[in-house]
């Protein structure tokens, strides 16, 4: 067996660190009665909010990868543990948009702020140029994420049209 180069050891590191920020995902789903999708639903609702996009149920189920009825449960689910709050388009009425209330806002930070917190002051130990390129690599993996499917065979679009969900 060949022995392992620099970029595959770095693939897995990420890999170990996406596993990682996965189980930080869980434990805070279970701590707050939630499933995992309902943490990546309020993650991509505040992804939506930070990059000024309306979050509507189909751009939600669309970053999700799930179907109407799994979106509304996930929906439903939010909104009934006060996380979640549907309220009507001003411009179109007949439109729903979705906003995650202040509360959820704060559980979040509680439990992931010192992750954040620690992440930005590692960056900052980093000059423009270091940061550019880790920008750069993380912007490469999640384009490579995107374009290949779930069998993970590259060039192949996700059969609902989704995209990446970040996280």
Do not use: W
């Not at 189980?23 to 939506?48: K, P, S, Y």
């Not at 979640?84 to 704060?106: M, P, T």
């Amino acid at each position: 067996m060949e022995p392992e180069g620099e970029e595959l050891r770095i693939f897995h590191l990420l890999r170990a660190v996406t596993v990682e920020y996965g189980l930080r995902q869980a434990e805070f789903a279970a701590r707050n009665g939630m499933h995992t999708t309902d943490v990546r639903a309020l993650i991509c609702l505040l992804d939506a909010e930070r990059n000024g996009e309306d979050a509507t149920p189909g751009l939600l189920g669309a970053r999700l990868g799930i179907n109407s009825a799994g979106t509304t449960a996930v929906i439903d689910r939010l909104e009934r543990l006060g996380h979640l709050a549907r309220v009507r388009d001003a411009g179109d009425r007949r439109r729903v948009l979705l906003r995650v209330r202040e509360g959820a806002k704060v559980l979040g930070r509680e439990h992931f702020g010192p992750l954040v917190d620690g992440t930005v002051e590692l960056l900052r130990g980093f000059d423009e140029r270091d940061r550019d390129a880790v920008r750069r690599f993380l912007l490469g993996v999640g384009g490579l994420l995107a374009e290949t499917g779930e069998d993970g065979a590259r060039g192949r679009a996700r059969p609902d049209g989704g995209g990446s969900t970040g996280g």
